[in-house]
Nanobody, 116 residues
Framework: VQLQASGGGLVQPGWSLRLSCAASGSIFSINAMAWYRQAPGKQRELVAMISNMGSTHYADSVKGRFIISRDNARNTVYLRMNSLKPEDTAVYHC????WGAGKNYWGQGTLVTVSS
């Protein structure tokens, strides 16, 4: 499985941004896709996850502001980030989990900077 993430950038507080993650390869093995982020000096944390059944999970810090969605026809997962805060600044990583095979796949990170 290969993952190609895009959509990061520099925005002001309160603005919105949408990240995209396109999957290719053995996508039939994927059970869920997720976005993680890692801020400078901090550990990587789960931001949002969406399963093949469409169930979603969000970190408390982004609930009500971020929306994860998927376009199965395009094999793409999106993360819509609204009301961005400086503390959302991080490198965001796309993840695909194949539970049956016990594998995790990672895309390259995309930097999101929220600053005035």
């Amino acid at each position: 499985v290969q993952l190609q993430a895009s959509g990061g950038g520099l925005v002001q507080p309160g603005w919105s941004l949408r990240l995209s993650c396109a999957a290719s390869g053995s996508i039939f093995s994927i059970n869920a896709m997720a976005w993680y982020r890692q801020a400078p000096g901090k550990q990587r944390e789960l931001v949002a996850m969406i399963s093949n059944m469409g169930s979603t999970h969000y970190a408390d810090s982004v609930k009500g502001r971020f929306i994860i969605s998927r376009d199965n026809a395009r094999n793409t997962v999106y993360l819509r980030m609204n009301s961005l805060k400086p503390e959302d600044t991080a490198v965001y990583h796309c993840n695909a989990a194949a539970w049956g095979a016990g594998k995790n796949y990672w895309g390259q990170g995309t930097l999101v900077t929220v600053s005035s």
